[in-house]
């Protein structure tokens, strides 16, 4: 029903600034809640910021507040993660998530997702 496509990823040396993109396609209409999410292999997947589709409303986890900034275009039907002051431990594939509820940081939540882009911060 929905598909999304993440872009932006890249290398980017510690203090600098990052922005991923994220489009949908489908029944985006439907759509609640658009959300970041990051993993590193290995680990579990991890919560970064989510934002309400129609009302605005948006959520950050700990670990990134005051340095990464969710957006929208809703023509476009795209959502934005600006990322600044990157550090090392902000290394991770970065994923869009989408639902059509109002959903938090829970990853089980989200029902469609896109393939994922490599974000990697060097010290």
């Known amino acids: 029903q929905v598909q999304l496509v993440e872009s932006g990823g890249g290398l980017v040396q510690a203090g600098g600034s990052l922005r991923l993109s994220c489009a949908a396609s489908?029944?985006?209409?439907?759509?609640?809640?658009m959300a970041w999410f990051r993993q590193v292999p290995g680990q579990e997947r991890e919560f970064v910021a989510a934002s309400s589709w129609r009302y605005g409303p948006t959520y950050y986890a700990d670990s990134v507040k005051g340095r990464f900034t969710i957006s929208r275009d809703n023509a476009k039907n795209t959502v934005y993660l600006q990322m600044n002051s990157l550090k090392p431990e902000d290394t991770a594939v970065y994923y869009c998530?989408?639902?059509?509820?109002?959903?938090?940081?829970?990853?089980?939540?989200?029902?469609?997702w896109g393939q994922g882009t490599q974000v990697t911060v060097s010290s």
């Open positions: 998530a989408a639902d059509q509820y109002y959903r938090g940081p829970r990853a089980d939540e989200y029902d469609y």
């Open positions: 489908g029944r985006t209409f439907s759509i609640a809640t």
